[in-house]
C-alpha cells in the first residue's frame, strides 16, 4: 500500500522518529504523539475524527482518530501510548474497523515500548496477527501495525 510506505518514511525520518522518542516517556497522551505528523497525515488525505463513520451503532460518539476514504473503501489510522495493551486499545481500534461499513484496512500506531510495559509492538502484533488466521479471519482486509 502506497499510503502505507508514504507514511512509514515520514515516521522514519531522523528529526520525527527522534520527536517520537523523546515523547515516549510517562504521561505523554496520544495526541502530542499525533501531533508530530499529523499535517503529513492530512497531506495524505486523513481526516482527523471523521464523524458518521458508526451512524448505525447506539456508540454514536465512536469515532477514529484519522479517516481516509480510498476508491474501494478506506482506513482508519489510531494512534496508542500507554493504554495500547492494559486497556485492550489495540483490539478496540479492530474491532472499530471491522464495524465500519467505510473502512477496510487500519493503521495502528503504537509504542515500541513503556515504562510500564516492554515489547508492546511485539505483543500487539501477535494479538492482532490472530484475526488473520484462517479459523479466526476478521472482515479487515489489513493490518499495518507502525512501532516508535
Not at 482486509?141 to 516508535?148: E, L, P
Amino acid at each position: 500500500m502506497d499510503i502505507a510506505n508514504k507514511l512509514k518514511l515520514y515516521l522514519e525520518k531522523k528529526h520525527i522518529f527522534n520527536q517520537l522518542k523523546s515523547l515516549n516517556i510517562k504521561n505523554t497522551g496520544s495526541i502530542q504523539i499525533q501531533n508530530i505528523f499529523i499535517d503529513f497525515a492530512e497531506e495524505l488525505g486523513f481526516e482527523s475524527e471523521k464523524k458518521g463513520l458508526f451512524k448505525d451503532y447506539k456508540t454514536r460518539a465512536l469515532r477514529p482518530d484519522y479517516f481516509k476514504k480510498l476508491n474501494n473503501g478506506g482506513i482508519l489510522m489510531e494512534v496508542e501510548r500507554g493504554k495500547t495493551i492494559t486497556n485492550n486499545m489495540d483490539l478496540l481500534d479492530l474491532w472499530k474497523c471491522h464495524i465500519c461499513e467505510e473502512a477496510n484496512h487500519l493503521f495502528l500506531i503504537v509504542p515500541l515500548a513503556v515504562s510500564h510495559t516492554s515489547n508492546i509492538y511485539n505483543y500487539v502484533c501477535n494479538r492482532i496477527d490472530s484475526f488473520f488466521k484462517e479459523k479466526n479471519y476478521i472482515n479487515v482486509d489489513s493490518v499495518i501495525i507502525f512501532g516508535y
